[in-house]
C-alpha cells in the first residue's frame, strides 16, 4: 500500500523566512497530492493540491512542487506569518482507485515574531 | 450549510463499553471517511465509504465498524472500548476520493 513520509518533523523559522516541507510517497500510481493545514485544537483544512500532469502550482505565498521521477513533493511558504504557524499534513492518494488518500504524520511549524 | 458535523464534542468511556460516533454532511458528498489523530501524531484512515451502502477498511479498522445507508450518514462503531482508541476522531467528506476532504470538528474519545 500507500507510504507517505515527511520531513523534518519540527520546524523552526523567524518571522519572514521561507519554510520548506518536503514528502516522499512510495506508489509510483499515486496522482493527487494534497497540503493540510492544522491549527492548535482545530479541524485540518485544505491549503493547496496538486495532480500529477502538474509541476509546480502556487497561490499566493504558498507553493507546491511535485517531482514524480523521485517520488516526491514539496510544500514552501514564503514570507512567514505567526498565523502560519501550524502542523502541516501532506497526502498521497492510493492505487488502484484512488478513493482515498494516505496522509504523513505531519510537520510542527513554529513562526518566531 | 453546516458543513460537517459530529456529536458528541467529548466523551469518557469505561473499558469494554461500546458507544457510536455520529457524523453527517448537508453538501450531498458521495465519499466519507473517518480518521484517527492521536496525540502529536498523523491522521489514520479508519473506514471510508464511497457512497451510500458501500464501505470499505482503511489503514486501522480493527475494533471499529461503519455504515453508510444514506449519503449524509456515516456513523462509526466503537465496539468493547480499549483505551489503545483513546483518540480524537475526525470524520469527513468530499465529492471524490481525488478532491478537497472538508473535516468535522472532531470528537475527543478518553477510554479509562
Known amino acids: 500500500g500507500e507510504n507517505v513520509e515527511q520531513h523534518p518533523s519540527t520546524l523552526s523559522v523567524q518571522e519572514g523566512d521561507s519554510a520548506v516541507i518536503k514528502c516522499t510517497y512510495s506508489?509510483?500510481?499515486?496522482?493527487?497530492f494534497p497540503w493540510y493545514k492544522q491549527e492548535l485544537g482545530k479541524r485540518p483544512q485544505l491549503i493547496i493540491d496538486?495532480?500529477?500532469?502538474?509541476g509546480e502550482k502556487k497561490d499566493q505565498r504558498i507553493a507546491v512542487t511535485l517531482n514524480k521521477t523521485a517520488k516526491h513533493f514539496s510544500l514552501h511558504i514564503t514570507e512567514t506569518q505567526p498565523e502560519d504557524s501550524a502542523v502541516y499534513f501532506c497526502a498521497a492518494s492510493m492505487s488502484p482507485s484512488y478513493d482515498k488518500v494516505i496522509f504523513g504524520p505531519g510537520t510542527s511549524l513554529s513562526v518566531i515574531p | 450549510n453546516a458543513g460537517v458535523t459530529q456529536t458528541p464534542k467529548f466523551r469518557i468511556l469505561k473499558i469494554g463499553q461500546s458507544m457510536t460516533l455520529q457524523c453527517t454532511q448537508d453538501m450531498n458528498h458521495n465519499y466519507m471517511y473517518w480518521y484517527r489523530q492521536d496525540p502529536g501524531m498523523g491522521l489514520k484512515l479508519i473506514y471510508y465509504s464511497v457512497g451510500a451502502g458501500i464501505t470499505d477498511k482503511g489503514e486501522v479498522p480493527n475494533g471499529y465498524n461503519v455504515s453508510r445507508s444514506t449519503t449524509e450518514d456515516f456513523p462509526l462503531r466503537l465496539e468493547l472500548a480499549a483505551p489503545s482508541q483513546t483518540s480524537v476522531y475526525f470524520c469527513?467528506?468530499?465529492?471524490?476520493?481525488?478532491?478537497?476532504?472538508?473535516f468535522g470538528p472532531g470528537t475527543r474519545l478518553t477510554v479509562l
Open positions: 496538486i495532480r500529477s500532469n502538474v
Open positions: 506508489d509510483s500510481a499515486s496522482n493527487y
Open positions: 469527513a467528506s468530499s465529492w471524490w476520493g481525488t478532491n478537497e476532504q472538508f
